[in-house]
């Protein structure tokens, strides 16, 4: 009996381990949440691609986190968070469902659709950080990721909008929208290409020329069409094999990552970038890796904005710990603190106004690199993401009819 008695005891101790980091986690108070974080260990996985967002994570955030939790932050440098995806779903599929490798992810779009849909994030608990009220969730654009509802299974960290840079030296008048940026590719041969997809920030060049074949986005927005793809899809793939003779080596081949396309622009061997992130251009120019005569600009028919986040996979065993990790990204002085041009300049994903005065004055008092685009000019023109269904059929239509 006593045997049997210890048995049910040690059964009824392993499943509350089980759902510590679930359900039951959901049942704490923050203070408890706080407590059973402290000594453990975040393993993030996020890409590695920015020597200064690498250096802001490991320096600022996991400094803090290390002072404040004893927690230690392991950030897992990535290429494409895609493959993370597949590991936590082979991670699933194998049974592990309380002992994953995987406790956070810098996320969004597609991969966060395959996510939801497959049941690997844990949802339900964002509004249990204390700095979720720092964030406007009326905002359709915060509170869906690419039209997708994010419903408590990630927390925004950054917004961001696309943007071309380029040397004002050389180009002094880049092209003003979509139809003259393809005229100009055409008539200067072997200066511009762009990164194959499934790269992210290429993927995204690929969507603003399937905006323009399409006349706009708004006959795009919502779910995925087919017939309204196989129309546009044609378009489009016209008008990327025309231009691809021009592109840089012919068209033979492609960088395959916005890292190899920037070293490119930086060894003047093409004479534009372009990136979600356009703090990304100012802290290039101030490691001396672009001339100091870099400029960025929009398109007068817009460039694609969105946010991005951090999630927390299912099977995480250090959930309460990734949890204060994705409170303090979120706090007013972790978001200040990226936001400052020489540390990264990353456009915050809080409401600045819902912050401490001290934090407000201190956004308030940021002057934007003169390589830079103010956030607020590019906003002028804003693209809405379409749907991940989307972004999934152009990448693949991209790979059979033009990267092939």
Known sequence: MFRSLAALLLLSAAALADTSDGDALKGMTWEQVVDQARGGTVNWFMWGGSDTINAYVDGYVAERLKADYDITLNRVP??????IVNQVLTEKEAGVTDAGSVDLIWINGENFRSMKQADLAFCGYTAMLPNDGLVNWD???????FGVPVDGCEVPWNTVQFAFAHDSAKTPEPPADMAALL??????????????????????????????????????????????????SAKTWAILNEIEPSLWREGATYPTTVTQLNELFANGEVDFSFNYDPAQFGLAVEAGTWPDTTRSFGLSDGTIGNTNYTLIPFNSPNKAAAMVVQNLLLSGEAQLEKAKTEVWGAAPAIEIARTAPEVQSGFAAIKTHPSVIPASELAKAALPELQADWLTAIEKGWMETVGN
């Open 183 to 232: 005229d100009w590719i055409k008539a200067n041969p072997g200066r511009f290409t762009y990164p194959a997809p499934p790269d992210f920030t290429g993927s995204a060049f690929l969507r603003h020329v399937f905006i323009h074949a399409a006349g706009g986005p708004d006959s795009l927005l919502g779910p995925f069409d087919q017939a309204k793809f196989d129309e546009v």
């Open 78 to 83: 990535i290429t494409d968070a895609a493959d």
């Open 139 to 145: 905002n359709p654009a915060v509170a869906n990721d």
